[in-house]
């Protein structure tokens, strides 16, 4: 009987904390992209913006300091954990009295602070989870209750947000509700999630080691981003181009040459925690292979999902509530099927079988869009949602809901639930427990390589090759993740034996 009740605390603080994980994505992303839409910023600089959220691709080289420090009385997950949250909730205030087309520096700054403590909650919140079930038969029930918990906040934070913002008419009025969410979100890490103190223990090193290394680490990508930024100026490229093409050779230079530099700097003075780390990661049986396969995996997804809010109000001529209520609100309950339905599978399936399986329904749920975007609104004419009201959501009058973006986020909705939960799966396995938060920040960092890093590029070529092309080229992007898992099998199906470290 006790063990049971450990086992539902375990597991409902694990569905708590991916609320809390999700919910500011979308406030850098979908709910900001409507946002500057909104605003009246242009198609080509949303794109752009979709930069802010590079601190999730990282969040790897800060994760090993809290891997390895405690913050004062709470605890090494507990006082992390509190502490991202109720600074999350300070700075999405600020955010909220910022205009984002008179403001856009100062926006964009807050933006990246706002993604910046989201991905550091995100390292905590990870390495919790895989602390508690990585390594146990619960593994598959806490990704699927992490992904739930995750897309529950998503679709408030981008679906509902819409359709606040559209009653409302105020943006600001909707980051300020996001962080008093936060607020709560940091009194339930005080109060309700149990310790993993003698789960997992930190790395016996000299904290002024670990401390200068990181120092000369960050030093490292400072020279990197100007070697590469300066270099190209050198060359007569101005990074203030009006070309977009131009302003995206700028971004990736800068990145290419500061990362390696990076990684030898924390060799070289001796940032132990980062070090040891890694080498335990690349004693994994095709360590390599799995790394290559965790960027291609969620790629055509990522590229799908890049502009999907921008293609929807301006691309097809949906309204803000439009959006809300059919892509979010209506698919929180397919999310929900989606996310426990892979849970339920992954009981049965092997890790292979799940991840090949949801990769392709993933792959075959971006078609909907390339649909969407041939046949248009209307196309396969609409059902009529009757008026509610719930208290925190109201819909006024009754609503015709398009029947073709209903079906589009059915297929969306129910495999992303289903690939990320055995994506989620994949990364626990992968993980050491000596080194869990860095573990999974540099894993689940290489994963948001995609999301980050092609909005640029899809805002460009959406302009350049229209919306049908842009949405048939995500398809194929999906190809190669699905083909790494096929070509992975063996040393995938050997992570279910894989000792626990």
Known sequence: MFATIQRSHRLFAILLLGFASGLPLALTGQAMQAWL???????????????????????????????????????????????????????????????????????????????????????????????????????????????????????????????????WQSWPRVYLVMAGVMVAAAGVSLLLVPSVSSVSRPLASSPRQELTGFTAMLVAVVL????????????????????????????????????????????????????????????????????????????????????????????????QAEVGIANKLIGIWLTVIGALLGGAMMLRLSLFRALLLFGVLQGVSNAGFLLLAVLGKGAWGGVMLPAFDWGFVALREPALLDSLLLTVVAGENITGGMGTVAFVGLLMSLCSKHFSATHYALLSALAAVGRIYVSPLAGVLSLSIGWPAFFVLSILLAVPGVAMVWAMRTPIDALATRPAN
């Open 224 to 319: 990197g981003w100007a070697i590469g930024h300066y270099g190209l100026r050198a060359l007569g490229l101005n990074p203030d181009d009006a070309n977009k093409w131009v302003q995206l050779l700028f971004v990736l230079t800068e990145i290419a040459i500061a990362l390696p530099l990076a990684w030898v700097a924390a060799r070289r003075a001796g940032f132990e925690t980062l070090n040891r780390s890694l080498d335990a990661f690349m004693s994994v049986r095709g360590a390599g292979a799995f790394l290559l396969l965790i960027v291609l995996y969620k790629l055509g997804d990522a590229f799908a999902g890049s502009l999907t809010t921008p293609f929807l109000i301006k691309g097809v001529g949906f309204t």
């Open 37 to 167: 839409t909104v605003d009246g910023v242009d198609l080509a600089t949303i794109g752009f913006l979709g930069l802010v959220g590079m601190p999730y691709t990282f969040k790897f080289l800060w994760a090993p300091l809290m891997d390895r420090f405690e913050p004062p009385l709470l605890g090494r997950r507990r006082g992390w954990l509190v502490s991202t949250q109720l600074a999350l909730a300070g700075v999405l205030a600020w955010m909220a009295s910022l205009s984002p087309s008179t403001q856009q520096l100062l926006f964009a700054q807050a933006a990246v602070l706002v993604a910046f403590l989201s991905a550091s909650q995100d390292v905590v919140v990870d390495a919790y989870r895989t602390d508690l079930v990585g390594d146990t038969p619960e593994q598959g029930l806490g990704a699927s209750l992490h992904v739930f918990g995750y897309r529950m906040a998503m679709i408030i934070s981008g679906g509902l947000s819409l359709i606040w913002a559209d009653q």
